[in-house]
């Protein structure tokens, strides 16, 4: 009896740590709820294109020559035609679901990881004429996506420390207001955008669950959403019906975010 007895004793102390040490090994699926913050943006400006003919950076004027955007720029939404009044970009929380996979070999660990989600974060960026009158762009993001790589080391057999990094995707609600009520103005959007994330976390593994932080930066670019401006019912000295229409758009189309999540995930 005592034969079989220090048998199964030392069954469990060999079983034991080699469980522990493939804690991470395998695939899994989460959650995770963080908060997304903008990088500052405050100096934003809008960019023109006289002529609509695809050259941006230029100039629109008045009859007189003078400049008919020197009230200037803001990097938010603007609620007047001065541009000292602007309501700042909003930050907000963010929601995704994960599904990985990962593979343990002694103490690193590589893997992939997908996830999808959403974020409740609004960038805008204003101009303001000489007539005067505010312009704005508006986007929104509407759902994300991301794949990417991880490699981590275990800190103890059941805390894994980790880099991550890869690719990701945002689908965009682009929007346009201004008080200009003379002239006509249509918005050609870009309603996704592509870019890349890196990061790092912490995952302890309780049993079959695991919790975890994690820090993200994402860094979307390839905005090319423009508002295209026509005469409308304006009269012929209006500067962009002087400068035979124009387009403008954000002069910095990268849309960066930074965020913290906590993360929970189940190993099958």
Not at 52 to 72: R, Y
């Amino acid at each position: 009896m005592k034969k079989y007895a220090l048998a199964a004793v030392t069954a469990v102390m060999v079983a034991a740590p080699a469980q522990a040490q493939d804690a991470f090994d395998g695939v899994y699926a989460g959650v995770s709820i963080g908060y997304d913050i903008q990088a500052g943006d405050g100096d934003e400006i809008i960019s023109f294109d006289r002529g609509s003919n695809g050259t941006f950076g230029e100039t629109v004027t008045t009859s007189t020559g003078a400049n008919a955007f020197s009230p200037g720029f803001c990097g938010g939404e603007a609620t007047s035609t001065a541009n000292t009044n602007c309501i700042a970009d909003s930050d907000g929380v963010t929601f995704q679901g994960r599904f990985g996979y990962d593979s343990q070999m002694g103490k690193l660990v590589v893997g992939i990881v997908g996830e999808v989600g959403t974020a409740d974060v609004t960038d805008t960026v204003s101009a303001f004429s000489t007539t005067p009158a505010f312009y704005y762009m508006e986007r929104e993001i509407d759902y994300t996506a991301a794949l990417r790589l991880r490699a981590g080391y275990t800190v103890t057999p059941t805390t894994l420390l980790y880099a991550t990094g890869g690719v990701a995707y945002a689908k965009l609600e682009q929007s346009f207001e201004t008080s200009n009520t003379a002239n006509a103005f249509e918005v050609i959007a870009d309603d996704k955008t592509w870019g890349y994330q890196i990061g790092a976390g912490l995952e302890q593994k309780i049993g079959a669950f695991s919790l975890g932080v994690e820090y993200l930066y994402t860094g979307y670019n390839e905005d090319d959403t423009l508002i295209r401006v026509t005469q409308g019912t304006a009269g012929a000295t209006n500067p962009f019906v002087l400068a035979g229409g124009v387009d403008f758009k954000r002069a910095n189309d990268d849309f960066n975010l930074q965020t913290v999540k906590v993360v929970a995930t189940f190993r099958f």
